[in-house]
C-alpha cells in the first residue's frame, strides 16, 4: 500500500533532479581543487597552524 500511494505522488523527477544538482556540484568542486594556484593551496594548507601573530608566539598581556 505504502508503495502505492509513493508512486501515485509523482515524486520521481525530485530524486533525479536532486541527484543531477549532486553532480554538478561535486563536479565543480572537483575542477576548483585541480586547477587552484599554488598559493591558495599554500595558504589553505597553513590555516589550521596560523594563530595570527608573526612568530606563533602569543603576547603577553
Same mark, same amino acid.
Given at each position: 500500500? @505504502? @508503495?502505492?500511494?509513493?508512486? $501515485?505522488?509523482?515524486?520521481?523527477?525530485? $530524486? =533525479?533532479?536532486? !541527484?543531477? !544538482? *549532486? !553532480?554538478?556540484? *561535486? %563536479? !565543480?568542486?572537483?575542477? @576548483? %581543487?585541480?586547477?587552484?594556484?599554488?598559493? =591558495?593551496?599554500?595558504? %589553505?594548507?597553513?590555516?589550521?597552524? =596560523?594563530?595570527?601573530?608573526?612568530?606563533?608566539?602569543?603576547?603577553?598581556?
Amino acid at each position: 500500500m @505504502r @508503495r502505492e500511494i509513493m508512486e $501515485a505522488a509523482g515524486l520521481e523527477a525530485f $530524486a =533525479e533532479v536532486g !541527484l543531477i !544538482l *549532486f !553532480l554538478i556540484a *561535486f %563536479a !565543480l568542486i572537483v575542477l @576548483r %581543487a585541480l586547477f587552484a594556484h599554488k598559493e =591558495e593551496l599554500h595558504h %589553505a594548507q597553513n590555516l589550521p597552524l =596560523e594563530d595570527g601573530t608573526l612568530n606563533g608566539q602569543e603576547s603577553k598581556p
